[in-house]
């Protein structure tokens, strides 16, 4: 027999809530009904005030199933035929957002695979399909809803930032977090940095984040303004953000500031803005370059895409596998 509250069925949900708030309800069993009651199982140690006009009992429940541990277990729950050689097994979390690639022979149970990452991630209530790949000038990815509610801003921690993220309408990418985290521990108090292509700031955010620095981040879709300067918010930052909406090369052409390092993760359009970079950089500052390079190879061909500037180039660091073919590399260089 455990605690239980008994209620009208009539005031279930306004008690049943009422619990919740106050972390009360034991979940560890099934909430059940008796003829007009609904009978709750509470804490052991549950302790209302006198004025809390509901009985107390005892009721013997049943145990609640426990929550499917794996994604690969809620689809063996949801779908008889499941096999799984066929389906995915791992999707992006954003804050409270699940994205996954679904294959074209599963898009027809789209909505089933939504529901088993909800069921089995208590931390996801919206889930996100990949319709195609990033594209267009802002970088954005076509997203479907496919299980839960269509809410696609969230706020993402990494490393121990806030990040503001919409998903739908900025850029953002959890696969950077180790990438935004290298370069910022890179980097010396009082630097002054230039974020181009930044987006949401990530970059900036861990910067400010450990550093008393200044950082300019530049980035042409005005969506992401508003929640930088929430994140800017959220976060207790030694140092200062600046964020410009503005085609980059305008904002090198029009810059009278030499940083003393500049970052450029745009991989799929960040060369055509080296030249320009390299004349707003001190002369003793680093430019990150981030560029996408074949496999084979790849330090090769970065020597040759490279050999027309007069640079040096510091270290090369491999960011991520982005395709079979491919990585996203970051080319550290000097003047
Ligand atoms: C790959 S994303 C940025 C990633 C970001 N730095 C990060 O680490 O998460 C590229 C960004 O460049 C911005 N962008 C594209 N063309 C631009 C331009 N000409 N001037 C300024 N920003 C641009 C896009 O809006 C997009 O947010």
Do not use: W
Request: aromatic letters at 8%.
């Amino acid at each position: 027999m455990e605690p239980a509250v008994k209620v009208h069925k009539s005031d279930a949900q306004q008690v049943i809530k009422y619990l919740r708030d106050r972390d009360l309800v034991n979940d560890t069993f099934k909430i059940a009904q008796s003829g007009e009651d609904v009978i709750i199982p509470v804490l052991g140690d549950f302790s209302l005030s006198s004025s809390f006009p509901y009985d107390t009992i005892e009721y013997e429940f049943e145990l609640r199933d426990a929550p499917p541990s794996s994604l690969q277990e809620a689809l063996e729950a949801l779908l008889p035929d499941f096999d799984p050689t066929n389906f995915p097994s791992s999707y992006d979390q954003i804050g409270h957002i699940a994205v996954i690639d679904i294959k074209d022979h599963n898009l027809p149970i789209s909505n089933e695979i939504g529901n088993a990452i909800m069921s089995s991630n208590s931390t996801i209530q919206t889930v996100y399909r990949k319709s195609s790949k990033v594209q267009g000038l802002y970088r954005l990815r076509p997203l479907e809803l496919i299980a839960g509610e269509d809410v696609p801003v969230t706020t993402v921690k990494e490393h121990g930032i806030r990040i503001r993220v919409d998903v739908r309408h900025t850029y953002f990418s959890p696969r950077l977090a180790t990438e935004h985290h290298r370069v910022a521990n890179s980097l010396a108090d009082g630097v002054e940095v230039l974020d181009l292509f930044g987006s949401l700031a990530p970059f900036s955010l861990h910067i400010t984040r450990r550093l008393n620095a200044k950082c300019d981040t530049v980035d042409i879709n005005p969506a992401v303004i508003p929640l930088i300067e929430e994140s800017v918010r959220l976060n207790q930052l030694k140092g200062s953000i600046t964020p410009h909406c503005i085609d980059a090369m305008e904002f090198l052409d029009n810059s009278l500031t030499l940083y003393d390092a500049i970052l450029m993760n745009h991989p799929s359009d960040s060369l055509p803005y080296l030249a320009k970079a390299l004349d707003n950089l001190k002369a003793d500052g680093f430019l990150y370059l981030y560029i996408f390079v074949p496999i084979d190879r790849y330090d090769t061909h970065i020597s040759d895409l490279l050999r027309d500037y007069n640079i040096r180039i510091n270290h090369i660091q491999i960011v991520r596998q982005s395709s079979p073919s491919e990585y996203h590399v970051c080319v550290e260089i000097r003047k």
